[in-house]
């Protein structure tokens, strides 16, 4: 069955450092991938979105890599800052355009 | 950027009672509207699909008589959970989709549903 992994242990940084998350995932060729930002007793926001013919996306801070062959992507957050704290999701999706959810991973960045 | 409501954004109900959900994109028409389940440090299961005008479409394991959806304008979509019990207590979350960019979901902020 389709299988979405993200890291379930939550990733504390210090401030100005770079926060790496990783989503890897089983039994799935997605037509693109997503990361989302959800803040606790909210809903999802919508982050990055990279489709399988690319290797890597950038939005400011923000950075996407996504390896087809490895079945990963790697979200990276340069210069982070407390105001980053939160649940970042990763999701899949083929061509119905219905992604499919990890359970994401807790970003705790320190002052 | 797109907006989507939720209303209420939480409630407390007594077992037995039903509980309605709306769900609104603000700036754009929906032509696809989605209603997901999130349990506390879960990932966000998707209950169903739906589309203007016609039936949702649900996701195996979930019960279509007890999760009414009805999205009957591009702008409006509703979730009634009837006769909801403790088990049901969750956070539902709505999401939708315009015909222009079918890659984008946009989310509402969510309803805590809690059954006492």
């Known amino acids: 069955s389709q299988k979405i992994e993200q890291n379930s242990e939550a990733l504390n940084i210090q401030e100005g450092k770079t926060a790496t998350l990783t989503c890897n995932y089983t039994?799935?060729?997605?037509?693109?991938l997503q990361w989302y930002r959800q803040d606790p007793g909210r809903g999802p926001v919508f982050l990055l979105l990279i489709r399988e013919n690319e290797k890597e996306k950038r939005k400011e801070r923000l950075k996407v890599t996504f390896d087809t062959t490895l079945k990963q992507s790697l979200f990276h957050i340069t210069a982070s800052q407390p105001a980053d704290s939160a649940t970042y999701l990763c999701?899949?999706?083929?061509?119905?355009?219905?992604?499919?959810f990890g359970r994401g991973t807790s970003l705790i960045v320190h002052p | 950027g797109a907006v989507v409501s939720q209303h209420p954004s939480w409630v407390i109900c007594k077992s037995g009672t039903s509980v309605k959900i709306e769900c609104r994109s603000l700036?754009?028409?929906?032509?696809?509207m989605f209603w997901y389940r999130q349990f506390p440090k879960q990932s966000l299961m998707l209950m169903a699909t739906s589309n203007e005008g016609s039936k949702a479409t649900y996701e195996q394991g979930v019960e279509k008589d007890k999760f009414l959806i009805n999205h009957a304008s591009l702008t409006l979509s509703t979730l009634t959970v009837t006769s909801a019990h403790p088990e049901d207590s969750s956070f539902y979350i709505c999401?939708?989709?315009?015909?222009?960019?079918?890659?984008?979901?946009?989310f509402g902020p969510g309803t805590r549903l809690t059954v006492t």
């Open positions: 039994n799935y060729s997605p037509a693109y």
């Open positions: 999701a899949l999706a083929g061509g119905s355009y219905i992604p499919t």
């Open positions: 999401s939708a989709r315009d015909q222009v960019q079918p890659y984008e979901q946009y």
């Open positions: 700036d754009f028409q929906a032509t696809t």
